[in-house]
């Protein structure tokens, strides 16, 4: 049997992505616009869906040597994982159709296409993988803010926060040499531009979370493998800082 740290569980369960998407989706409620509690429902438990699918898909077949910690779990727990699955989409439909706004379902459905792209995009354009990850992942999240007023300049940044933390898990787990650094930098001088002429609380939290990341990529070679998976998320955890309240 595998002994596994505590603070490495999260990860495992695919409940860190869930913990990052409802933690910004209510720190937009509370800074932005009022969101929906059954959107944030569903969020959830769709975000937990879409992550746990994945990881069961990339582990069907023959084990790999290189497979990362989550894999592996993943591997080792097919049954009661699918079985959880079947029971949280059941509420994740009941939900949906009995409190979403007729709206929010219309725009959820018409997200369906650009979750087969994603799948898709794994298969046979790997490199595309990563932007409509981060691409799904921050539409999931800003759904109900678009809806009523599309113009946001977070949502865009935010797209390429979410993109940039894919894409540093990816370059760690396989060994990749991609400039992370300068990546985050720009993105922080991006985030840090939006904040100086909107100054709102969210360009503030991404500002932050951009900074973090950039620190993260320079110091990330001195840290193992799962320190740098959990680091990689409590950069986006930034609205605790600002709203915690």
């Known amino acids: 049997m595998i002994v596994r740290p505590w603070w490495l ?5 695919s409940l860190d992505a869930v913990v990052i998407a409802v933690l910004w989706q209510v720190f937009l ?34 084990p790999r040597g290189d497979e990362s910690p989550r894999h592996s779990f993943a591997r080792q727990y097919r049954g009661p994982l699918l079985a959880a699955m079947a029971a949280v989409g059941a509420a994740d439909v009941a939900v949906a159709l009995g409190g ?14 650009v979750v ?9 354009h790997p490199g595309l993988k990563n932007l409509l990850t981060g691409l799904l992942f921050a539409a999931g999240i800003w759904m109900p803010i678009l809806l009523v ?26 060994a990749s040499a991609r400039p992370l ?8 001088l991006a985030a840090f531009g939006v904040f100086s002429v909107t100054h709102l609380g969210v360009a503030l939290a991404e500002t932050i979370s951009a900074t973090l990341c950039c620190g993260l990529a320079l110091v990330a070679p001195r840290l193992s493998a799962n320190h740098r998976r959990l680091a990689v998320d409590a950069c986006l955890l930034t609205p605790l800082l600002l709203h915690a309240g």
């Open 9 to 13: 569980w999260p990860n495992l369960l």
């Open 29 to 62: 409620a509370r800074t932005v616009a009022p969101v929906a509690l059954a959107s944030t429902v569903v969020l959830g438990l769709s975000v937990w869906l879409v992550y746990t699918a994945d990881r069961l898909r990339d582990t069907w077949g023959p």
């Open 100 to 113: 979403l706004p007729e709206r929010e379902l219309w725009a959820g459905l018409a997200m369906l296409p």
């Open 116 to 124: 087969a792209a994603r799948v898709f995009a794994v298969r046979r």
């Open 149 to 174: 007023d599309p113009w946001r300049p977070g949502f865009g940044l935010f797209v390429l926060l979410c993109t940039w933390n894919c894409a540093a898990i990816d370059a760690w787990e396989h």
């Open 181 to 188: 650094a300068p990546a985050a930098a720009v993105l922080m």
